[in-house]
């Protein structure tokens, strides 16, 4: 079935910036204080995170605390997919391995409020574009992009609709890590840019036109934030516009 709403596009930002996070696995904590960091203004700025808000840290039940937020913009990751299908679909294996990856949190949430939670994480976009309409957009996709043309792997998506598809597509945008584990600096046609967490990485890391935000969050006390433009603008091996905070 066709979902419009999987792929979620934003204009431009016209009264101040854009940022981009990595990861934030219920580590919001590394969030207020990469904020901080950048002087992040609440009222102009904008802040999208290209999946996985949950699981592995303490404060995982905050989501809905930032979702609730004008400016806050997620997309959805492997982990939200995992807590769909062991909660939504009532999959046990899939239960098994959420809690095998740090979805124990929502053992400590009350049963009545644990669903809730739940389906509004099955509520975020496959995938999200920042820009004008009719320009390349910059893309943010989980782990990957299947294929080297961002309008058709679109349109797959819109045409799966959500991650409950088991499909190479949709597990190229949730699970892949092939791209940056070999170093592949092929471009992704009729994007702008593309930014990627998923995978954990010692530093943020650009190949071709993806950057791969995932520091490790609080696995490893990282976190990565970056103003979009400045990054976009800045000069080769430059880290303008990069904050990352240690928390």
């Known amino acids: 079935m066709s979902n419009s709403s999987a792929v979620v596009r934003f204009g431009p930002n016209t009264q ?32 999208f995170c290209v999946g996985d808000l949950v699981d592995r840290g303490p404060e995982s039940a905050r989501f809905p605390e930032f979702l609730a937020r004008d400016w806050f913009h997620a997309i959805l990751g492997n982990h939200e997919q995992m807590a769909v299908r062991a909660v939504l679909e009532g999959d046990s294996d899939a239960r098994m391995v959420w ?3 740090g979805g124990d949190w929502i053992m400590d949430v009350p049963p009545q409020k644990g669903r809730p939670l739940v389906e509004q ?47 190479e597509p949709m597990h190229t945008l949730l699970w892949d890590r092939s791209r940056v584990q070999y170093g592949d600096d092929s471009v992704i046609r009729g994007a702008r840019h593309v930014f990627h967490g998923h995978t954990v990485l010692e530093d943020v890391v ?3 036109n993806r950057t791969y935000l995932d520091l490790g969050s609080v696995m490893t006390g990282r976190f990565a934030i970056l103003d979009i433009e400045r990054w976009l603008a800045r000069e080769p091996h430059s880290r303008d516009g990069l904050y990352v905070v240690e928390g």
């Open 99 to 101: 809690s095998m990856n």
């Open 121 to 167: 994480l099955a509520g975020l976009p496959l995938a999200m574009e920042l820009g004008e309409q009719g320009a390349d957009p910059v893309v943010l996709a989980h782990a990957g992009v299947f294929g080297n043309d961002w309008s058709s792997a679109r349109q797959t998506l819109v045409e799966e609709g959500d991650a409950s598809r088991v499909s």
């Open 206 to 208: 650009t190949l071709g």
């Open 16 to 47: 101040g910036r854009d940022f981009v996070c990595g990861d934030i696995h219920g580590g919001w904590y590394l969030v207020e204080q990469a904020l901080a960091e950048c002087a992040f203004d609440e009222q102009r700025d904008r802040l």
